[in-house]
């Protein structure tokens, strides 16, 4: 007895510590990988010793809102935005960058400063993410922008391979993925993939996972090309960003100018902001009777949703914005009817903005009505695997259950009718979807008009639909802005429509171009 007991002693000692040894090997192999690369790059010392870098470019995004470059369904027309002029800063020794960039809308849309070029200056300090308006004037994000912005930041082959270099990083998984050699590195924040060319130990790529309102765990690869020397430490001149959802890019970066250790002025967040709370969304929403049956659900959630209530159950018009405005709209919507189940959705287009509460509301069990062609794009939507950031979806999984429709569908019972109808004449979107309420003559639709809106390329389209389909509308119900009598809408259409023309003279007279404009010579 005793000496058995000895010798299982002996044996669980000689595992531990052969397993131990393992694991020290294969931590000294990983950590090997970043030696390397840190060696490719310019040096250990060289690039520990840099204190700044800064890098100018240009690029696109082509992936915006859900909208995208392929054709499948329910990604059409493309929405792109041009990158005119780009900017980092990177103050690596206090580890904080800043981003200014000027871009411009390459499709039609509704905002004169986004069609022809917005400022944008986003900073970050350790763990405080901030704003700075066009006025000077900082303002605090949210804690998921500050985790967004840091691993954007990470993307970088120098800041990637310092952030691994430091000491209090995990290095680990070293493996082989043709032609490149990968190592998964944890630091004090953030996880992330690199992976390195085996041939010559230059950075290839970084990969993360990032929380997405709509799509679950989105999955981002930066890719570096073009690796030049600049003042002895080598660099890439394309960046280019993928993510795992559809077409892929995400963003092209092409960088014209690299400065090392030069001046990138005080990049630390003002006391002011850096008191300040991170902002935490928290939702009110107000319900407003528009007519028997049916209300207006408003607030502070950035876009509007429509309750319907027909005889035995409720219905939404959209479910907007992300996943916590939605829960606080079907919320609002069971306070506000009483006893009476939210048993579906209508959903006017599949763009993120309207889009966003989608995986809400699967999970609380809601029909979807949409229009045919999105029927397979938010199927895959539900699916999208969802583990590093859990929603409630994903909590509580479901499968979708959709009620497609092609051309019309009359929702109707002794209490509502409401006529939903696919939206015909609109290079905004395709598959479309409005609603009607015949009784109460309200037209209920998403991106036909807005009366926020500066311009208008697509104007048309509101009365093309009415006259399409023969309704007689006395108010508008929309899911950005406010209730309207019809006669308000086309008062304010014609401003936005003459707002268009004027933007497209002004463009044209110094010979810019711009989507949504005729063409100089042919009009
Ligand atoms: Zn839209």
Redesign the pocket.
């Known amino acids: 007895m005793q000496r058995t007991i000895r010798f299982a002693v002996a044996v669980l000692a000689v595992g531990l510590c052969s397993g131990g040894m393992a694991q020290a090997q294969s931590t000294a192999d990983a950590r090997q990988v970043i030696t390397r690369a840190a060696e490719a790059l310019g040096g250990s010392d060289r690039i520990q010793a840099l204190r700044t870098m800064r890098l100018r470019g240009y690029g696109h995004d082509p992936y915006q809102d859900g909208g995208s470059l392929i054709t499948t369904e329910a990604t059409a027309p493309e929405k792109m935005t041009i990158i005119t002029a780009y900017e980092r800063a990177i103050d690596l020794a206090n580890g904080r960058t800043r981003v200014r960039a000027k871009q411009s809308r390459a499709f039609v849309f509704a905002a004169e400063a986004m069609m022809t070029g917005r400022p944008m200056d986003q900073r970050l300090d350790g763990d405080v993410a901030f704003d700075v308006a066009p006025n000077g004037a900082a303002r605090r994000a949210s804690r998921e922008a500050a985790t967004q912005r840091r691993m954007e930041l990470l993307a970088n082959p120098i800041v990637a391979v310092r952030a691994a270099l430091d000491a209090a990083s995990r290095v680990t998984n070293r493996r082989t993925e043709g032609a490149a050699t990968l190592v998964d590195v944890t630091t004090a924040g953030n996880t992330f993939t690199l992976a390195v060319t085996t041939a010559n130990g230059l950075p290839l790529w970084v990969r993360w996972v990032g929380p997405h309102e709509n799509l679950g765990d989105i999955t981002y690869r930066t890719e570096f090309s073009g690796y030049e020397p600049v003042d002895g430490v080598w660099v890439p001149m394309s960046f280019n960003t993928v993510s795992d959802w559809r077409d892929n890019v995400q963003q092209r970066l092409h960088v014209d100018r690299y400065v090392l250790d030069g001046d990138v002025g005080d990049l630390a967040a003002p006391a002011a902001v850096r008191s300040a709370a991170a902002p935490a969304p928290a939702y009110t929403v107000d319900a407003s009777v528009v007519a028997p049956g049916v209300w207006f659900l408003s607030g502070n959630g950035g876009a509007n949703s429509v309750l319907l209530e027909f005889e035995d159950h409720l219905s939404l018009f959209e479910v907007p914005t992300n996943r916590a405005w939605t829960a606080a709209l079907i919320a609002k919507a069971r306070s506000t009817v009483p006893g009476k189940p939210v048993t579906e959705a209508i959903i006017s287009?599949h763009?993120f903005?309207?889009t966003g509460g989608l995986r809400t509301a699967i999970a609380e069990g809601l029909t979807i009505i949409t229009q045919t062609g999105n029927v397979a794009w938010f199927e895959d939507l539900a699916r999208r695997r969802v583990e590093a950031f859990p929603d409630a979806l994903s909590r509580n999984p479901k499968p979708i259950k959709t009620r497609a429709v092609d051309d019309h569908l009359r929702l109707s019972d002794s209490k509502l009718t409401v006529d939903v109808y696919r939206v015909v004449s609109n290079n905004?979107?395709a598959h479309g979807l409005m609603a009607y309420v015949p009784e109460h003559r309200l037209l209920i639709q998403?991106?036909l008009f807005d009366v926020g809106w500066e311009v208008y390329f697509w104007g048309n389209t509101y009365d093309d639909n009415v006259a399409y389909r023969k309704l007689d509308v006395e108010r508008d119900v929309p899911i950005h802005g406010r209730v309207l009598p019809i006669a308000e809408v086309h008062a304010k259409l014609a401003e936005q429509t003459r707002n268009a023309e004027q933007l497209c003279a002004k463009v044209d007279s110094v010979g810019l171009s711009m989507p949504g404009c005729p063409l100089a010579w042919n009009d």
Do not use: R
């Open positions: 287009h763009h903005d309207h905004h979107m998403g991106d």
